[in-house]
């Protein structure tokens, strides 16, 4: 099912696989129209699936990620990159070790800098100097956090050191042996970032969801339910399982 609410594209496919499939769908077609695209990326759970369609997309020569450049939203602060839970090591192991992706050209905030500010500074940089973000993934997190933008009083707009929501901690220890080794930290891109994409998709799934996807497109536009930016940004497409979906469809 395809609805439009208020500019916004949004599609409701049945299944997490029919809206992996489809948001791997939109990826490739990026990538096919413009090979040398810069794709923002995210991590968690929800683009697992779409990642391992994109890998099949790749073996069945469908997708081709020579040119490609990428720059993930965020990582854990502070947290070495062979840490399993690290978002290197999830990109690494979700997409990057499994197609042809040119590895000097993907982009993670490092978490294990000394110099945080200099480093952030020099992500924004980087992502100036190629031109801006053409494609941005985006999951959503259960308090509506975008990267790790958590819901605040004002908009961080550059890539920033970010002390992460309790909320958000909790709901992320299902990945860590234990609560108290979740970092407390991440440095994450800024709302500027994320809305000076071209593109932006962003995919939830599951009934967990279903409450912040009503809130984000029929809310007002606060810092306190950071994804609700996106009702501003020209160019949104969501993607969405039927349970995700129960508050916007009759
Ligand atoms: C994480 C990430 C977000 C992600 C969100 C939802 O903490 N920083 O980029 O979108 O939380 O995660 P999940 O897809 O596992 O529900």
New binding site residues.
């Given amino acids: 099912m395809k609805l439009n609410i208020k500019g916004i594209t949004i599609f409701v496919e049945d299944y997490y696989l029919s809206m992996s499939k489809k948001s791997a769908e939109i990826v490739s077609h990026q990538i096919a129209n413009k090979p040398n695209s810069v794709l923002g990326l995210?991590?968690?759970?929800?683009?697992e699936g779409m990642y391992k369609e994109l890998i099949q997309l790749y073996l069945n020569k469908k997708v081709n990620f020579d040119n490609i450049t990428s720059f993930n939203?965020?990582e854990y602060y502070p947290i070495n990159k062979d840490n399993k839970n690290s978002y290197a090591y999830y990109m690494n192991s979700h997409l990057f070790n499994h197609v042809n992706i040119d590895k000097d050209k993907t982009f993670i905030p490092n978490g294990k800098t000394e110099n945080v500010d200099k480093m952030c500074k020099e992500y924004d940089q980087m992502i100036y100097d190629v031109g801006g973000i053409d494609l941005q993934i985006?999951?959503?997190?259960n308090n509506g956090?975008?990267?790790?933008n958590e819901p605040d009083v004002d908009f961080e707009l550059t890539t920033h050191l970010v002390k992460l929501d309790d909320k958000?901690i909790e709901?992320?220890a299902r990945f860590f042996a234990n609560i108290d080794d979740v970092p407390k930290f991440?440095v994450s891109m800024g709302i500027q970032n994320i809305m000076q994409s071209k593109k932006i998709i962003l995919m939830a799934s599951g009934e967990g969801k279903a409450k912040i996807i009503h809130d984000m497109i029929f809310g007002k536009v606060t810092p306190n339910l950071p994804a609700s930016i996106l009702q501003l940004h020209n160019n949104v497409t969501i993607l969405l399982d039927k349970k995700a979906a129960k508050l916007i469809i009759n």
């Fill in positions: 995210a991590t968690g759970s929800t683009p939203l965020d985006l999951g959503i997190g956090h975008i990267g790790f958000t709901a992320n991440a």
